[in-house]
């Protein structure tokens, strides 16, 4: 009886699953793919990506505290005369704050760089001939890692192949570099000299690999107080006995006014040039540093460096380059204008 009850609930239960459903036709798949449209994907992604760019660019662009073109630099400070433009160097390495300068080496005759730094030259020697006593030259710069030492590594040794006799002084006691640009002893040098530790002739070094006239001073060990001994009456004597044995002496002195050597140093010397890098020295610190100088009233020029190629004192004759120019020009009014606007 039991087994018999089962079977009919079985029975039942099986009748309710039946379906009424019926199959009235059979389902097409579509040659095409309804969706996702593959195309309109990619341009949608494409489009997104670029806009996303664009607002990395333009972010980077507001929050970066430096010049971006040598044309923002010549707007900002249109009454400081223009000793020059140099491009980027590669043998100069600015990693954070500190900087890192491998052996100089001449410039090709050939390059930008060279062809830049004949320009330099050529605009110091009419300052010099014109009467405006541009014998003695010290250049500073706002901020550590401007290529103030690289600059004027390269524009005495320039000097030096045009037959002048140049003495280049490293007076930045605290941070000297001149001694690893030209890969030569750092003591005895200005230090000693002005300790009065060393004579003079024991403290210059020759820079005979060039096969130039090139004599250099570097700074020695760095002393306790450096501007003690740049306020002796020694240096001032070592720049009137300098002034008058060579034909130009260049002096790499300390970021000012970050450091006060350049007060004392400023009044002994022609012409303070103020060393700016595109891209890497910040406006502010910049600006205190023309503050500063003014507040001298030394004699004073302006040298960019890192100068996009194309301003570098060099115009490229090659017709596949005018259109790229033409684009880095626009580029570079667009964002001195927008720079002007801030």
């Known amino acids: 009886m039991f087994l018999l009850e089962k079977q009919k609930e079985a029975a039942i239960s099986r009748a ?24 309109k994907a990619v341009l949608i992604g494409a489009f997104l990506g670029l806009l996303l760019g664009l607002a990395v660019v333009f972010a980077r662009f507001l929050l970066h505290k430096g ?35 491998k052996p100089i080496v001449p410039s090709d005759p050939r390059s930008t760089y060279g062809e830049a730094l004949r320009l330099l030259r050529g605009k110091l020697y ?20 401007d290529g103030k030492t690289t600059v004027v590594s390269q524009l005495a040794v320039a000097l030096a192949k ?19 640009a030209f890969d030569c002893k750092q003591s005895p040098g200005l230090a000693e000299y002005l300790a009065g530790n060393a004579k003079l002739e024991d403290c210059t070094r020759v820079m005979t690999r060039f096969d130039v006239p090139l004599t250099c ?9 450096p501007v003690e001994l740049i306020g002796k009456e020694r240096f001032a004597e070592l720049i009137d ?31 303070l040039v103020s060393v700016i890098r595109v891209g890497e020295t910040p406006r502010s610190a910049f600006k205190e540093h023309m503050q500063g100088v003014a507040e001298i009233g030394c004699p004073q020029a302006l040298l960019i460096n890192g100068a996009p ?34």
């Not at 002048?164 to 690893?180: F, G, T, V």
């Not at 017709?319 to 020009?329: A, Y």
Request: charged share 25%; no cysteine.
């Open 16 to 39: 309710s699953t039946i379906t009424k459903n019926r199959i009235l036709d059979t389902a097409l798949v579509h040659s095409v793919p309804v969706s996702p449209k593959a195309s």
């Open 67 to 101: 010049f971006h073109s040598d044309e923002g630099i010549l707007s900002r400070y249109p009454s400081i005369p223009l000793f020059g433009k140099l491009p980027e160097y590669e043998a100069f390495q600015s990693v954070g704050d500190s900087a890192k300068i």
């Open 126 to 145: 009419l300052d010099s001939g014109a009467g405006n006593a541009g014998k003695v030259l010290m250049f500073s710069s706002a901020f550590q890692g």
């Open 162 to 180: 045009d037959g002048k006799r140049a003495l280049l002084i490293d007076a930045d006691l605290r941070h000297p570099q001149l001694h690893s």
């Open 217 to 225: 001073l570097p700074s020695g060990q760095t002393p306790d107080s």
């Open 241 to 271: 006995k300098a002034r008058s044995e060579y034909d130009y002496v260049l002096i790499d002195t300390p970021p000012f006014p970050v450091l006060s050597d350049g007060l004392i140093i400023a009044r002994l010397v022609d012409r």
């Open 309 to 342: 190629t194309s301003q570098g004192g060099v115009y490229h004759y090659h017709p596949r380059s005018s259109v790229r120019l033409d684009l880095e020009n626009r580029v570079r009014s667009f964002i001195s204008q927008f720079q002007r606007k801030r």
